[in-house]
């Protein structure tokens, strides 16, 4: 074999090598995430994640529900990032209502890919939760104060505003087991948002009445969010509709390495 020959086997070897080397690292970006943390709201815990969490376990995922306190923003910020410290790789971060405000300040953690809203707060730099209801203001009339200035569902208003969609035992029951949370959590101006940089999941709950749904539909269109809307759900939409919300996380497990 002559030279020239020689030289251009070598290169093409040199070519196919670098193909199969590209092929690679984009199959290696593109994989699906397979971690997922889930972040309640005020008023709840962790547990009513129970039927998403059901749904994307049995789909092979990594799901760690973070429980946080609600005694202040900084102290669930902290609680949320010590879960999402513990993942072993890329990780999507879903929040539901106030757990959308957490999620926008922890999601700028180098483990986060992607950024879910599941009826939730996605706040802009130094918004509050509280201004932004003024501007469009909930349906509900329930909202009581504890006197050493934690808040609280009227548990006789909570099943038609926060839970409409449920069955009515079960919607009594969680009136009863809420978890009081610190006022103070709806007044603290917000950070740098991760949706700024990362992409986004937006899910609408359109008989909201605890977050009016225009504004989670302003939320979703600024952040530049892929966005679902649910009919007929209540706030507890990832209760009532866990294979819709289900679906939506797994979108953004599937979509979060090619959008980034």
């Known amino acids: 074999m002559n030279i020239f020959k ?18 690679t690292v984009s199959a290696a970006q593109a994989a699906p995430v397979k971690n997922i943390v889930l972040v309640h709201g005020a008023f709840v815990n962790g547990s009513g994640w129970k039927p998403v969490y059901d749904i994307l376990i049995k789909d092979g995922y990594h799901v760690s529900i973070a429980e946080h306190p609600l005694t202040s923003f900084a102290d669930d910020v902290t609680a949320v990032k010590r879960i999402v410290d513990q993942q072993d790789g890329p990780t999507i971060l879903v929040g539901h209502s106030y757990g959308g405000a957490i999620i926008t300040d922890v999601g700028n953690d180098p483990h986060v890919t992607g950024l879910v809203y599941i009826a939730a707060h996605a706040l802009d730099q130094g918004e509050t939760e509280a201004q932004n209801g003024k501007l469009y203001p909930n349906a509900t009339k329930a909202v009581k104060k504890t006197a050493d200035g934690f808040l609280y569902l009227d548990p006789a208003f909570y099943p038609a505003d926060f839970a409409a969609d449920l069955p009515r035992a079960q919607a009594e029951f969680e009136a009863n087991a809420q978890e009081l949370t610190a006022a103070s959590v709806f007044t603290t101006p917000a950070g740098v948002p991760a949706w700024k940089t990362k992409p986004s999941w937006y899910a ?21 969010s892929h966005t679902i809307e649910i009919k007929g759900a209540s706030h507890s939409v990832y209760e009532s509709h866990p294979k819709e919300v289900a679906a939506l996380i797994e979108q953004a497990a599937l979509h979060a390495a090619d959008k980034s």
């Open 6 to 23: 020689k030289t251009l086997l070598s290169s093409a070897f040199i070519a196919a090598g670098l193909a199969l080397g590209v092929s």
């Open 204 to 224: 609408v709950a359109q008989a909201d009445r605890i977050i009016n749904p225009d504004l989670e539909r302003l939320y979703a269109k600024r952040a530049n």
